[in-house]
């Protein structure tokens, strides 16, 4: 029979790695409760349409890349629906903002999450179709102060934050706008025309895309293509004053914070709900897929899937490529180790060794609990692989509750009073 492996795209994470992804997100949780923003859980499936009206037809994600499926009524009062595995988390997010009645508060809706999302992309590098993204989403009527360039401000601030305190150093904000729906509309239309004489000399994708969406020609990353966008009209140009002196005060406030950031005319990205505000942090150590986390601005968002006006701003980063950009600084070489390992000697100890073991666990001590069908050599090179010292249990030090410790590094042995144990081991 074959064996069974995990599907294409997808992979099992393991210790000591997990460790990595549990500081991250720990670190991620810390940072937003001190920027106020409380945890929100959306379900991993949803109604197709959520996607196809919120992220957008054309886009890749929703035109070539989601996990869809036809899901059977079950019962006379069901009915088949088309659902679909999330390929990001702020429709969700949005969808519930609606579904719960979140604006009738009148306050901003500061929320973030940290899950699972599926896109069936071409695994590489960096890039599978099980990944995890961590993001935030401000939210909220315009009464709220929702469409103040505060708020980005504020978002692009907070991520500088997180990125330094999980020790990502070297990252680089790029930061554009690509203006309202209707500057959008407008530079649409000068791209479309603009595109007309130099479609044809582009790659197929590049084509399409001229005729389809032509802002996507912006993400084109065919080599050959580069000289030719270079050429066509910036986004800036098209932006009418309101959306110009929005990024200028988003601009202002992030000098103010001394948040550094480099301008990127191309930078629009690749879903279609962005307004204003668009921005990404990239990071030299990742190859190809240097995005570590992209976000913007979707200021039209909710009435796109049927809600109330509430603009917003948000961002997803990328888990997995924080781990990977960690493990390439290097910053995490030192496997963990238990405190102590305890080695009954002889089968008969193996339940005091149990008692023993819960002991010192409770008392907070990281314990790996050995077993005592292995002869002493066995035990001891055992231990030396998982813990840092190592305390030998048989019938004597049972009942003279005098336990013989030894540490791997120094190879000091030492004799410890059962009381005082807990204390001597965490040191
Ligand atoms: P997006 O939702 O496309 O704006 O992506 C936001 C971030 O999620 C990117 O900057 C990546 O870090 C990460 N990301 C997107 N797609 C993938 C993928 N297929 N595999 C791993 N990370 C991804």
Not at 60 to 76: F, G, L, P
Not at 135 to 150: F, M, N
Not at 176 to 204: F, H, I, K, W
């Amino acid at each position: 029979m074959s064996t069974l492996k995990a599907v294409r795209g997808t992979r099992d994470l393991l210790p000591p790695e997990t460790a990595l992804w549990n500081r991250i997100e720990a670190t991620a949780r810390s940072v937003f409760s001190r920027y106020n923003f409380g945890e929100i859980r959306t379900p991993v499936f949803e109604d197709t349409a959520l996607f196809s009206r919120g992220v957008g037809e054309e886009t890749d994600i929703v035109s070539k890349e989601m996990y869809t499926w036809e899901d059977r009524a079950r019962a006379q009062s069901e009915k088949t629906q088309t659902l679909t595995l999330r390929p990001e988390n702020t429709a969700g997010v949005v969808r519930a903002y609606i579904e719960h009645g979140l604006g009738e508060s009148g306050q901003l809706q500061k929320l973030y999450y940290i899950g699972p999302q599926f896109r069936r992309e071409r695994p590489q590098k960096g890039r599978y179709r099980q990944f995890s993204q961590i993001g935030a989403e401000v939210i909220g009527p315009t009464s709220a102060g929702s469409e103040s360039p505060l708020r980005d401000a504020e978002v692009l601030e907070m991520l500088a934050t997180l990125l330094d305190e999980l020790g990502i150093a070297g990252w680089t904000l790029h930061l554009n706008s690509v203006g309202s729906a209707a500057d959008r509309a407008r530079y649409n239309q000068t791209l479309r025309e603009a595109l007309v004489p130099l479609a044809p000399q582009m790659c197929a994708d590049c084509q399409r895309r001229a005729e389809t969406n032509p802002l996507r020609v912006l993400d084109c990353k065919v080599p050959a293509d580069q000289p030719l966008i270079d050429t066509l009209p910036v986004i800036a140009d098209s932006l009418d004053e309101a959306s110009k002196a929005h990024f200028a005060a988003v601009k202002a406030a992030l000098d103010a914070a001394g948040v550094p950031y480099t301008l990127n005319p191309r930078l629009v990205r690749g879903l279609d709900y962005y307004t204003r505000t668009t921005f990404e942090f990239t990071h030299g150590g990742l190859g190809a897929q240097n995005a570590l986390l992209g976000g913007g601005r979707y200021d039209g968002l909710s009435e796109m899937i049927g809600g109330p006006k509430a603009p917003g701003i948000g961002f997803a980063m990328g888990e997995d490529r924080l781990v990977l950009t960690l493990l390439a600084l290097d910053q995490n070489s030192a496997p963990p180790q238990a405190d102590a390992y305890i080695a009954p000697l002889g089968e008969s100890m193996n339940a005091a060794a149990l008692a023993l073991a819960r002991e010192l666990r409770h008392a907070g001590v990281h314990v790996e609990l050995g077993d005592g069908s292995f002869r002493l050599k066995k035990s001891f090179e055992s231990g030396n692989k998982t813990a840092r010292k190592i305390v030998i249990l048989g019938e004597d030090e049972l009942e003279s509750g005098i336990l013989t410790v030894k540490d791997f590094s120094s190879g000091v042995q030492t004799k410890v009073p059962r009381a005082e144990l807990a204390g001597f081991l965490q040191n």
